[in-house]
T-cell receptor, first 116, second 115 residues
Framework: NAGVTQTPKFQVLKTGQSMTLQCAQDMNHNSMYWYRQDPGMGLRLIYYSASEGTTDKGEVPNGYNVSRLNKREFSLRLESAAPSQTSVYFC???????????????FGDGTRLSIL | AQSVAQPEDQVNVAEGNPLTVKCTYSVSGNPYLFWYVQYPNRGLQFLLKYITGDNLVKGSYGFEAEFNKSQTSFHLKKPSALVSDSALYFCAVRDIMNGNNRLAFGKGNQVVVIP
């Protein structure tokens, strides 16, 4: 079972370059999330999508955009990368997406992004 | 807004000894509480959750956690630690009063089990 798949696993960018991080889940989950993980800061929510067709800002959305392409896929775009965006990015999904769900989130293995 | 505190950066324990990882939370309403574990170069894996009912929750790999409403705590425990338990542990909370599915994560605790 694939679960949540993230591509690429590693990427090095130069300041000002753009790129899109891809995420796909095969568990028929309604909700999807993008987090960044930095040492000593835990996980911080960038954007989330409660259901197909909706997206909302999380705790640290500046410098990022997202697209919920369909129920399976949720991409994160850096339009003009900055060194402060060097981080490990995780995508997650959860079911069934109703409000106040008690279901856990399922995580991908992350994209390690370095911006020089 | 909901928040989680994990007061210790690192927990060192000898193999075979009891392991405790501390977590306290803050919510405006009633909480849903979760523990996750992260191994090197991997995503977070779900260990256990508290929703309602019995304050002692049992989860994967022999872990359990105790919900204490008066102390707003949800400490993770394992009676006998294994070297393979060495990993990063995250506590997370969802506020039931919030109309969304957002989780607030703690900063994480590095657990080192010494052979």
């Amino acid at each position: 079972n694939a679960g949540v798949t993230q591509t690429p696993k590693f990427q090095v960018l130069k300041t000002g370059q753009s790129m899109t991080l891809q995420c796909a889940q095969d568990m028929n989950h309604n909700s999807m999330y993008w987090y960044r993980q930095d040492p000593g800061m835990g996980l911080r929510l960038i954007y989330y999508s409660a259901s197909e067709g909706t997206t909302d800002k999380g705790e640290v959305p500046n410098g990022y955009n997202v697209s919920r392409l369909n129920k399976r896929e949720f991409s994160l775009r850096l339009e003009s990368a900055a060194p402060s965006q060097t981080s490990v990015y995780f995508c997650a999904s959860s079911s069934p997406g109703q409000l106040n769900s008690n279901q856990p989130q399922h995580f991908g293995d992350g994209t390690r992004l370095s911006i020089l | 807004a909901q928040s989680v505190a994990q007061p210790e950066d690192q927990v060192n324990v000898a193999e075979g000894n009891p392991l405790t990882v501390k977590c306290t939370y803050s919510v405006s309403g009633n909480p849903y509480l979760f523990w996750y574990v992260q191994y090197p170069n991997r995503g977070l894996q779900f260990l256990l959750k508290y929703i309602t009912g019995d304050n002692l929750v049992k989860g994967s790999y022999g872990f359990e956690a105790e919900f204490n409403k008066s102390q707003t705590s949800f400490h993770l425990k394992k009676p006998s630690a294994l070297v393979s338990d060495s990993a990063l542990y995250f506590c997370a909370v969802r506020d039931i009063m919030n109309g969304n599915n957002r989780l607030a994560f703690g900063k994480g605790n590095q657990v080192v089990v010494i052979p």
